[in-house]
């Protein structure tokens, strides 16, 4: 393997100069890119090597040397760790015209000269997400709800997903503690064992009915009725309750078979006032108002 201008563990000043998609801040020596979570272009970072590869590298923020005038404090740093909200230390409108650039790049690099207008924003840029996708693994004896670190199967235990409607986390908390107080078991990625991989929930934006999708191992599912019960009691706005089989060893969320109590379908509607039928297994716009 080729020598690079970096190796692991060296500390080492960096001027960031660029965002990755993923909201990673870029620095370049020698014009070997490293890639640095929690930085903003302009700022300068003493930085430690964490990982290297031929054409890149990864390091960890030691300390801010200098700051980017668009630095905000952030919110929880789990939500940079999980990807949740990579971006959470950027104030809101140089995430707008951070989206906007990176369209503009996306068409240079095809060579086209297309205009790109500001990116639209919202009035409020958090608890917006319509649809929920939790995984659930068993940590201390449980059944845990929250969300992988990037890039890894660890997961961090968490009950606010900050840019989910709040309603669909206090679904996915009801759901956990049924799954607990049952005895349901979580996922186990590594040996291939325990039931139930996810909770899926989905809210209408308008009509605010509920959907919730179990991904289960197998339809052996203990306590069904106890459990659909309990939602119902807890949850009155739901209207669909269904079993998702996946006992596939996969990183693929859903199966291809379902089972329902209720509709197999969520009805909302768009801002035109037409109705939309909101199933399972489809993706749907998770931010159904930008303005």
């Not at 620095?27 to 890119?33: F, I, R, S, T």
């Not at 269904?242 to 199966?255: A, S």
């Amino acid at each position: 393997m080729a020598k690079t201008p970096v190796v692991k563990n060296q500390e080492l000043e960096v001027e960031i100069e660029d965002l990755t998609y993923q909201g990673m801040g870029v620095a370049k020596v020698a014009g070997y890119p490293l890639f640095i979570e929690d930085t903003l272009p302009g700022e300068k970072a003493l930085v430690h090597v964490l990982k290297t590869e031929k054409q890149y590298g990864f390091a960890k923020l030691k300390k801010l040397e200098r700051t980017s005038p668009d630095r905000v404090d952030a919110v929880d740093h789990t939500y940079t760790q999980t990807g949740i909200a990579p971006l959470q230390h950027l104030a809101y409108p140089a995430q707008l015209k951070f989206k906007q650039h990176q369209i503009q790049e996306l068409f240079k690099k095809q060579g086209l000269d297309i205009p790109v207008r500001p990116t639209l924003g919202m009035d409020h840029p958090t608890g917006y997400r319509n649809k929920a996708q939790i995984p659930v693994r068993q940590i201390n004896g449980q059944a845990t709800t929250g969300f992988f670190k990037r890039r890894s199967h660890d997961m961090v235990p968490l009950e606010d997903f900050y840019i989910q409607d709040p309603k669909i986390d206090a679904a996915v908390i009801v759901v956990r503690d049924l799954l607990r107080k049952y005895g349901l078991t979580g996922y186990d990625e590594a040996h291939n064992t325990g039931l139930v991989r996810h909770i899926m929930v989905r809210r209408g934006f308008y009509t605010h009915e509920m959907m919730i999708v179990l991904v289960v191992t197998s339809w052996a599912v203990p306590h069904q009725d106890d459990i659909v019960a309990g939602i119902q009691q807890a949850l009155p706005e739901v209207t669909s309750i269904m079993l998702n089989l996946n006992d596939k060893r996969t990183n693929v969320i859903m199966g291809k078979k379902d089972a329902a109590a209720g509709r197999a379908f969520l009805p909302d509607r768009q801002a035109a006032g037409e109705h939309v039928p909101d199933l399972a297994g489809v993706v749907l716009p998770g931010q159904p108002d930008a303005n």
